[in-house]
């Protein structure tokens, strides 16, 4: 039976129409895999280009307040990241004192700037890796001023929060310097730098290879070494806290080790009255370094 001219019509027009939604598809699958393959390259760029900068600048700073004290405190920045748009706030303080030192800046967007770093705030400063000191350089500092060496010392602390409050505290208090190990313990990084609101820039922070050793080396040079154990049965504001000092934070979860608890010349404790029997770490080092400075006033 022969095709009517009707239907013949009607079935050249389904076959145009197929032709036109199979072309539509295929152009559709083409543009979303350059979509894609352009959003693959720009991320492995970025990539590329943060990893170079991390091989020669092992850390960043990030967070307006952490730059800011960077800024002031002098200190190497290689390059300083700011999100593009407008400009509101301390930011503009931050700029404006990255030009005063002639330190290059780059405005990028906040997807490169997420590669550094969470809750940057827009900003990110590129440095040279955190510049640890020794013990004696600690020591020397408390002489310079005319003080009494008055020294933290940190025996495992692993949650970068709690340094850097502890770190924050230290600073505001006027302690002279920081030490902790180099193993179980958390070293200074850009959260760290963050927590603290730019102490980081301040302090000096001594990292050794063993705890007993730098202790010993403390009693040597005349400072009393007193430590924080929830089984000692002297309260820490009954402690005389005047004088050349190290106190020792043991770790949030086990305290001080055995051996470091040994070595301490005198243990004090922080009396607690409620259920839970422990206290965050960066907490019992506020409590105790400020008892220290109370009696330092008042005597």
């Keep these: 039976m022969r095709e009517s001219y009707r239907a013949k019509q009607s079935r050249k027009a389904r076959i145009n129409r197929e032709k036109q939604e199979n072309n539509f598809d295929k152009k559709k699958k083409t543009n979303n895999s350059s979509i894609s393959k352009v959003k693959k390259d ?14 020669l600048y092992e850390d960043v700073v990030a967070g307006r307040n952490a730059v800011l004290e960077l800024l002031k405190s002098d200190k190497d920045i290689n390059k300083l990241y700011v999100e593009r748009g407008e400009k509101h706030g301390s930011i503009t303080e931050i700029i ?11 405005e990028v967007s906040k997807q490169k700037l997420d590669l550094f ?4 705030q827009g900003v990110v400063a590129v440095v040279p890796p955190f510049n640890y000191c020794e013990v004696e350089d600690i020591l020397d500092f408390a002489k310079q001023k005319n003080e009494d060496p008055f020294v933290l010392i940190l025996d495992g602390i692993e949650d970068v929060h709690n340094l850097g409050a502890i770190i924050r505290t230290a600073e505001t208090a006027g302690v002279h310097g920081v030490i902790i190990p180099k193993r179980r313990n958390v070293s200074v990084n850009s959260t760290v730098a963050k927590v603290s609101a730019g102490a980081t820039s301040y302090v000096k922070v001594a990292r050794v290879n063993n705890i007993n050793d730098t202790i010993k080396k403390l009693k040597e040079a005349g400072l009393w070494v007193i430590g924080t154990a929830g089984e000692s049965t002297t309260e820490y504001y009954e ?3 005047t004088g050349p000092l190290a106190i020792i934070i043991g770790s949030e979860g086990f305290g001080m080790s055995k051996l470091v608890k040994e070595n ?21 080092a506020g409590i105790v370094i400020y008892e220290a400075v109370k009696q330092r006033i008042l005597k």
């Design 239 to 241: 402690q005389d806290l």
């Design 264 to 284: 301490a010349d005198i243990l004090i404790k922080i009396p607690m009255f409620g259920k839970i029997t422990s206290l965050n770490a960066s907490v019992s």
């Design 42 to 55: 720009f991320s492995y760029e970025n990539q590329v280009q943060l990893s170079k900068e991390e091989k």
């Design 96 to 106: 404006a004192k990255a030009k005063e030192q002639k330190i290059v800046m780059v």
């Design 117 to 120: 770093a969470e809750n940057h």
